[in-house]
């Protein structure tokens, strides 16, 4: 088909051509003949090229094959989280190495009860981490983000809890230089634990046991900042049946920093101390049951030396005050009540010593009878005896 269109403007890149019902088209100035000028005419052929479109069509298809082979075939895997160690205050976790397919990664994330933990450094290179400064005997909730050009793949939520005080088996040592006896005792007493022994520094290693610090283990191992402690400090978890304090155990601590904890250990040493505290408080207690009760002969021996010492022994005890409402006459002939251990006669002469009778208190009852019996009858003959005299009998010297 053949046009005719009239050149209106010629500028240095585009040449304004007018139609005949006087329309604009802009041409490409470059594709007008080198002569052309403001009001020429030119004749343009317009045909349509089938082969180089059906070429173009050809090569359009076989570009989205390719890329639906490349990128549309397989997609990146879902992270496989698992729990490698845990312990009383850390958690060691690990997951398979990342499979991004044809898709370009974007990044890895983990998360801890829902919230987001931090991203992993490295994500096609690290395939474990290790989270500290968790609560003792807490339960949590960990997993996988996975961000990539194909999409957004999350793991399945792993639950995992920290141990208690008392479960030794989170424990991971690795042993560094150790005399032959010691490193034997030291495998002895982590069996005995239920803890493990690592040859190397590991992520998941949680105490370094050495005697001197030297060697490539023990630089690694205070790189990463792992405890690095005495042989001791494992015989310390097994004594007291949990884990203990570090502080103590360092290469160059203070033994004295040692302090034993409230485990099992020291619950039996503070029974056996109370139990030898008892022991030694009845020890010291006088037995009741074995003392014997006071001599009355010591008992009225006093009483006698201080009656011949008071100014009324040379005239006898004062009388005692009668009781009120109580006639003098019945005072006088009620009989007094047996009393036992009682002085039976006091020679009341100064200048001689006194004599005294004592009725112990095992004597048969008829003897204390007759003694009342013999009181009263001397009371009806008209006897002026007081109160308090009835008590005593006259003996001569």
């Known amino acids: ?35 052309i000028s403001s009001g020429s005419i030119v004749d343009i052929t317009v045909s349509r090229n089938t082969a180089s479109e059906a070429a173009a069509q ?26 490698r160690n845990a312990t009383q205050t850390s958690v060691v976790l690990e997951w398979d190495s990342i499979d991004l397919a044809t898709a370009d990664l974007r990044s890895l994330s983990l998360y801890r009860n829902g919230n ?38 999350s793991s399945e939520k792993l639950a995992v809890r920290t141990h208690k005080m008392t479960d030794l088996s989170g424990i991971t040592v690795t042993p560094g230089f150790l005399p032959a006896p010691l490193r034997e005792s030291l495998s002895g007493a ?13 992520i998941d290693t949680t105490h370094f046991v050495c005697t001197e610090g030297r060697g490539r283990e023990w630089e690694k191992a205070v790189e990463m900042n792992i405890p690095v402690v005495r042989p001791e400090w494992v015989e310390g978890c097994e004594r007291e049946g949990r884990i203990v304090g570090v502080r103590g155990y360092y290469l160059n601590a203070d033994p004295r920093l040692r302090q034993v904890g409230q485990g099992v250990g020291v619950q039996s040493q503070q029974q056996q101390q109370s139990r030898v ?16 009760p006071p001599s009355s002969t010591t008992l009225e021996t006093s009483r006698s030396a201080q009656q011949a010492t008071s100014p009324t022994s040379e005239t006898g005890p004062a009388p005692t005050p009668p009781a009120k409402d109580t006639p003098a006459a019945d005072r006088q002939s009620q009989p007094q009540p047996d009393t036992p251990s009682t002085v039976q006669s006091v020679d009341s002469d100064p200048s001689q010593h006194p004599k005294v009778s004592v009725t112990s208190p095992s004597e048969p009852d008829h003897d204390r009878r007759s003694q009342s019996e013999e009181r009263q009858a001397s009371s009806e003959e008209g006897e002026s005896s007081t109160p308090a005299e009835s008590n005593f009998t006259e003996v001569s010297l």
């Open 58 to 83: 050809k090569a359009f298809s076989n570009l989205q094959t390719s890329i639906l082979n490349t990128f549309g075939v397989t997609s990146p895997s879902q992270p496989v989280l698992r729990c």
């Open 116 to 153: 987001k933990a931090g991203a992993i450094p490295r994500p096609m290179e690290i395939t474990s981490t290790k989270i500290s400064g968790l609560a003792v005997d807490t339960e949590y909730t960990f997993f996988l983000v996975l961000k990539t050009s194909a999409g957004t793949y």
């Open 190 to 202: 982590v069996d005995r634990i239920g803890a493990k022994i690592a040859e190397t520094v590991r």
């Open 277 to 292: 505290s008892r022991t030694d408080s009845q020890s010291t207690l006088p037995n009741r049951s074995q003392q014997a």
């Open 1 to 35: 088909m053949l046009i005719s269109l009239t050149v209106g403007k010629v500028d240095a890149g585009v040449a304004v051509l007018l139609t005949e019902d006087k329309r604009l088209i802009e041409f490409p100035s470059i594709l007008l003949p080198p002569s």
